[in-house]
């Protein structure tokens, strides 16, 4: 038992207070991330709207994410990480308080997509700030607990919008809006003045390869362009979590709300529980590419293991599976583009990176139920786990090739 806290204490151990501090700015924003699970809900029940409309709206969030990506990088190698988080984050304080009046479904359409462009315009920009306030050897960690963070964050923000639920759909709206003022209050008043406590060179493997990638866009670099293809293939897999896998869960295995919530509620508790533990375990006993092709293929055995079925103990190891690969692979793709970048272009690699996983949120959903619906829910699994195996052994050839330029 004592091994096992200061095994925790450990890995927690070395990350700087600005770390901890944007940590706590993620999850406070997180929290307030009440709009989204609800709403489809929202547009079925209150306005009305059909389900290719809903199929749409919901679409225009992932297009506004993909925009939003490629913005944020862009200003925040111009205008630095600060104000380009502050201002993402004072934008979408009226974009949600005006959101419940645009009740037709072009309005809401646009709206959606503003909505989206505004806060995804934050996720390069604290990115950036994350590997320039960690220490060089702790980048990874860092990262694990950002993701930490949103984790928790979106597990208490669903909660708390259902309750708010209960009383109006427009106090979900409000309450996102609470909670990112609060978020801009908090990240305003600890970071106006704290100057970054690391500097990008110190984490560059090579001074030859910092020299080469200061001054490069990361779309016109052919090898992080593969690896960031390869991102894309992996979250369009990984991302039927979001949509399919509950409706697989209803239909095949004719499990309840609260059931299919329990199962999705466990990866979130598995990711927050055991992701700072199982990072500072791996991160410095094996290679970036031999993690994430590990990652990515426990990943993908999990859902091959959907194809089978003994019951809803299975259903639950095969999610623990999943978080597991989750855990191995999502942190460490912002420790490979942090590293490939120079110090002046950080928010154009790491915009390029979170595009890469925006773009997934477009299609994802679609090719997922479109395959289910005309081949079964076998073939998706099938398809799925395939593609993620697949996603693993291109990991590891290109991962071994940045770092060789």
Not at 154 to 180: C, E, H, R, T
Not at 332 to 343: L, P, S
Not at 347 to 366: C, D, K, P, Q, R
Request: proline letters at 3%.
């Amino acid at each position: 038992m004592k091994s096992l806290i200061r095994l925790y204490i450990n890995s927690y151990k070395g990350l700087s207070p600005a770390a901890w501090l944007l940590a706590l700015v993620m999850l406070i924003n997180r929290t307030g991330s009440m709009v989204i699970p609800f709403l489809g809900l929202y547009m079925s029940a209150e306005l009305g709207f059909s389900k290719p409309q809903i199929g749409i709206v919901l679409g225009c969030f992932g297009l506004g994410a993909v925009f939003g990506s490629w913005l944020g990088g862009w200003l925040t190698d111009r205008f630095g990480s600060f104000k380009v988080q502050m201002w993402s984050l004072f934008g979408v304080i009226p974009i949600f308080l005006i959101l419940p009046t645009f009740k037709t479904f072009e309005g809401l359409a646009i709206m959606i997509f503003l909505l989206s462009l505004v806060s995804d315009v934050f996720r390069p920009a604290n990115s950036v700030s994350v590997a320039r306030y960690a220490k060089p050897e702790n980048i990874t960690r860092a990262y694990s607990l950002n993701r930490m963070a949103v984790n928790l964050g979106f597990s208490i923000g669903p909660a708390l919008g259902g309750f708010l639920a209960g009383f109006s759909y427009n106090w979900i709206f409000y309450g996102n809006a609470i909670g990112a003022s609060i978020a801009v209050i908090v990240f305003i008043y600890f970071f106006r003045n704290r100057a970054p406590k690391s500097n990008l060179q110190d984490v560059q493997i090579k001074q030859t390869a910092e020299e080469k990638t200061t001054e490069r866009s990361p779309y016109k670099d052919g090898l992080f362009l593969i690896f960031s293809v390869f991102c894309c293939l992996f979250s369009m897999a990984f991302f039927q979590l979001l949509g399919t896998l509950s409706l697989f869960y209803k239909e095949v295995h004719s499990l309840n709300t609260s059931q299919i919530g329990l199962l999705l509620g466990f990866s979130g508790f598995v990711i927050v529980l055991f992701e700072m533990v199982l990072v500072h375990l791996v991160e410095h006993r094996f290679s970036v590419r031999q993690i994430m092709f590990w990652g990515t293929a426990i990943a993908g055995i999990s859902y091959l293991m959907l194809t089978l079925d003994f019951g809803i103990g299975w259903l639950f190891f095969a999610m623990f599976l999943l978080s597991t690969g989750e855990m191995l692979t999502l942190p460490f793709t912002a420790t490979v583009a942090i590293q490939r970048a120079g110090r002046r272009n950080q928010g154009a690699y790491m915009g390029l990176n979170s595009l890469s996983f925006a773009m997934a949120h477009i299609v994802a959903a679609y090719i997922g139920t479109y395959i289910a619906e005309h081949h079964g829910y076998s073939t998706l699994w099938l398809i799925t786990g395939s593609t993620l195996i697949c996603c693993g052994f291109g990991f590891y050839w290109i991962i071994g090739k940045l770092k060789s330029t």
